[in-house]
């Protein structure tokens, strides 16, 4: 009889990391929407956007859980949580756009911790720069799209992503 109760609890154990994952399918772990944040802003961050999946169609939580979540960061930061940011970059730069869109593949990409920049074998270049008066722009020339801290870090992780997608892994500068 104690052979019967191996198959139930080896089918429970198979579910397991299917059920530890989150309503968008990742783990908070796997995660990285929330990077830069520190202190309360990092966990209201991670409960909203991560654990909760508050800006998903399928949210983990009540609408009351995350407006609450919601309302709490903004008072605690005065900035929009960084899931609900968007990065204006590729509306405004033909070559942010360009390399978000794949149509101009990336040769290289450089990433410091308020920086990341790609760049194409001819040397053009897209650059995000999330420092005090945070910008985007192509080349380093105008328009200098200016930013928020949370569409700094919603750009700086669209580069990294972009990037990683077509095979180029980001390196810090020497």
């Known amino acids: ?4 109760l191996w198959i139930p609890a080896l089918a429970l154990l198979a ?7 989150t309503p968008d399918g990742q783990t908070p772990s796997e995660e990285t929407v929330c990077d830069g944040q520190i202190g309360a802003a990092y966990g209201l961050c ?4 991560e654990a909760m999946d508050c800006e998903s169609p399928t949210p983990h ?3 009351t859980a ?13 900035q929009p949580l960084p899931c609900e940011a968007t990065c204006p ?10 390399f978000v869109d794949g149509s101009q593949p990336i040769a290289e990409c450089v990433a410091a911790t308020e920086t990341i920049s790609v760049s194409s074998a001819d040397q053009q270049f897209s650059i995000v720069v999330s420092a ?3 910008f985007c722009s192509d080349n380093g020339l105008p328009p200098l799209v200016p930013l928020t ?6 750009c700086r992780l669209l580069l990294r992503d972009t990037a990683q997608a077509q095979g180029v892994a980001c390196v810090t500068p020497e």
């Open 132 to 134: 005090e008066g945070g």
């Open 61 to 63: 939580a009540s609408a």
């Open 15 to 21: 579910t397991l990391p299917a059920a530890a994952k």
């Open 46 to 49: 991670n409960a909203y956007c």
């Open 89 to 98: 970059c590729p509306e405004s730069l033909p070559l942010f756009a360009a």
């Open 1 to 4: 009889m104690r052979k019967g």
């Open 149 to 154: 801290a949370a569409e700094a870090l919603v």
């Open 66 to 78: 995350c407006a609450k979540v919601r309302n709490n960061y903004l008072k605690h930061t005065g």
